[in-house]
DNA sequence: CACAGAATCGACAGAGTGTCGAATATCGCC
DNA sequence: GGCGATATTCGACACTCTGTCGATTCTGTG
């Protein structure tokens, strides 16, 4: 399902039509952890998925368009994590937690994640990006405005702007953090959650 | 000059190739103010630089050679703002004013830089950027081991994971104040100083 | 079993890219 | 003031990808 513009409506049930699309979201997803969106061509997923290129223009308007359903696929996963928003005061525990959720998100699925990054202009694909930044965005600039308006962090900054600025860092941090693993992955965790908390509290959590 | 390799090699002086190189080099400087370098095609460059697509080539192999060899113009002034790395302590005056001037080269040429962002699979414009990276983590975490080693600087992090972190926030926040101007702007400039601060030093400069 | 709609694909028509080799312009020098 | 060596320019090709059409083959259902 979700292919981002079904060409055509098709019968009930588990049609032909439906496992081809899946055949090409799987062979999308595989390819992609070789090569960047950029380097595939369609005749290579096509051909991964076992049709002719023309046949995948009658499932796909392009291959962008298949990325943006793998990626529909991911937005709950995230959203799933953003009950961190819902405490109160840094919550460092809480943080690390949900930082490590995202990361591993990350992990799971970078070669996807990968090309909202990749200088795509498929709108829906930057579309994406912009809504799934949003979304994190205000609500962290509501647990923020909360946690100012108690007195546990300090002023200065509006809530917006701190929830920006983590945003940006956020979204460079974890395809870095994707790519390592065991100790510095975990040590990359820390060293995020550090540094949010120090941003948006301006408190140093670990003297040593 | 600084065609990132030369094709052929030519007479000295002024020649007549010189001149076409700059040319060159000046038309997609300034066809990149309207489209990214994804959307321009030789042909347009060619076009704009009064030559044939054919000619072209023979100055340049690519599109992004030509925006590398732009890009090689800037090197220096970045290079140049960066004696805030001298100072010691927070020095909020200081890495308020870098900011501004990083963020005005920003400004003035952001066309150009934004073309490092747009997931180039171009080597050398790569490697740019790792460069420029590179220099920028190790100028600042020098600067944080000797404000953490004088006291000034909480432990808890180390110099060098904090500074590539500020420089992954510098990649998103330039580009984006770049586009800023006026009051928004300036606000914007201060904000990131504040947080920069936070990040580095833990502390909260201005509470209200 | 007939037929509407689903699915598949071959053949075309671009748009860009990059390469070759031939033609032309220019420079340094005798 | 003319010649040979380079520098410069470009037209013609060969390729790779993309996207569209229309014809053809399935397949479920009445």
Redesign the pocket.
């Known amino acids: 399902m979700a292919s981002v513009k079904t060409p055509?409506?098709?019968?009930?049930?588990q049609?032909?039509?439906?496992q081809?699309e899946a055949q090409i979201l799987e062979a999308t997803r595989a390819l992609l952890t070789d090569r960047g969106v950029n380097d595939?061509?369609?005749?290579?997923i096509?051909g991964a998925a076992g049709?002719?290129?023309?046949?995948f223009?009658?499932?796909f308007?392009?291959?962008q368009a298949v990325v943006m359903a793998l990626l529909e696929g991911l937005w709950d996963q995230f959203g799933a994590t953003y009950q961190w928003f819902e405490s109160s005061g840094p919550d460092a525990t809480g943080l690390h937690e949900h930082h490590r959720l995202v990361a591993e998100v990350w992990r799971d699925h970078q070669s996807i994640l990968r090309c909202t990054t990749g200088a795509l202009d498929y709108e829906p694909l930057v579309e994406w990006t912009e809504r799934a930044h949003e979304r994190f965005v205000t609500g962290l600039a509501a647990k923020i405005e909360r946690d100012q308006a108690a007195g546990a962090a300090p002023l200065g900054v509006t809530p917006r702007a701190l929830a920006e600025i983590v945003s940006e860092l956020r979204d460079k941090r974890f395809p870095d953090l994707a790519a390592r693993s065991g100790k510095s992955f975990e040590q990359g965790l820390e060293d995020l959650t550090e540094v949010v908390l120090r941003i948006v509290y301006g408190t140093v959590a670990q003297p040593r």
Do not use: C, M, N
Not at 15 to 18: E, I, L, R
Not at 40 to 44: E, M, Q, R, V, Y
Not at 51 to 55: A, L, N
């Open positions: 055509v409506r098709r019968r009930a049930g049609s032909k039509g439906d081809r595939l061509t369609i005749d290579d096509a049709i002719s290129r023309t046949t223009y009658f499932y308007p392009t291959k």
